[in-house]
């Protein structure tokens, strides 16, 4: 469910069965407010500005319609808009079309293109304010989202991974950990909308950070973060309907989101130089010691500590991070579930993260 602090996102559109559909979808993760007409958008827009508008091209009447009015306006000229249509971008934009950042999705689209499209749009605050940041955080967030996209049009595309470019781009990320620089890094890409890149990105630093606490260095840092910021790969592939669900999930929903693992699978296997570490990251990180974690039910020594500890901070970091539908929870009760899993977890390796987290002084704000 929505809850009052999720985008406000105002849908336009004079269709009427597309409007409701659209907002159904939304409503689940957004405050979402249905327009049928351009006037109608604007007026709501100068009483309260939304976080994005999506617009469908047959209320722009020649093009023009609330997006040029949005545009001579200046109080609504930052509002980003994405234009739903039939035709090419050019033809409902306007000549000055390439110089404006809203972004367009033709008609048909699923939903995953959708939520990718409002999460980049919602997004682009957060980026910008990453300007702002001293250079080690700042190329730290800009290489590994730049690099994101990279990855996703990659698996869209069904194309190998580029692992080299990947590592490259988090080269930053482990100079910003060297340095105990990552609360720069951790909190600029809160905020940001592309969940599965938060998540990565956190356990990518994570991951880093616990493994330079027990004296890993150089390259081995840099599989680490190459591996946590690879490790859910498979999400890309995953209906965001499942991925947004608020509620636990059960039966079919559940074998989708386990499935996870085997997309990433496929996706590396596809992909030429993944060193061994990258794969144990990935392919192991949801198995448990008592042998009840999944792909493939490993258990004890079969899990390596490299596997333990992706495991610890995949945890730790998916319940410190903030959701659409759920507030990110604190260090200390984070730990808290991670001591009560008991024997499934290494509690000696969970002690060490501990440690290390308050010696880095980020546990007071993950
Ligand atoms: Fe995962
Ligand atoms: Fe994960």
Known sequence: MSSRNSPRIYIVNSHQEHREQLHKVLARLYNVISFEDNQSVIEAMRLKLPDLVIVDDRVLENGRGCLTDKRNDEALSGVPFIITGNSLPADVLGPDSASELDAYLSRPFSKNQLFTRIGDQLSRGTEQAWEQLPD?????????????????????????????????????????????????VLDGVKGHHNYTYVHSLRVATYLSVFGHAIGMRDDELLTLSTGGLLHD????????????KPSKLEGDDWEIMKSHVDHTKDILDRTPDVNAGIVVIAMQHHEKLDGTGYPQGLAGKELSELARMAGIVDIFSALTDERAYKPAFPAEK???????????MDQKLIKVFRHTLETAHVYAHV
């Open 136 to 184: 080690l955080e700042k190329s730290a967030l800009q290489r590994t989202v730049e690099d994101f996209l990279v990855l996703s049009d990659a698996i869209e595309a069904k194309e190998p991974l580029n692992i080299s470019e990947t590592s490259e781009s988090c080269q930053p990320l482990v100079e910003a950990i060297n340095n105990n620089r990552i609360q720069g």
């Open 233 to 244: 790969v498979g999400k890309m592939v995953t209906p965001q309907d499942i991925l947004n």
């Open 334 to 344: 984070a730990f808290a579930i991670l001591a009560d899993l008991g024997d499934k």
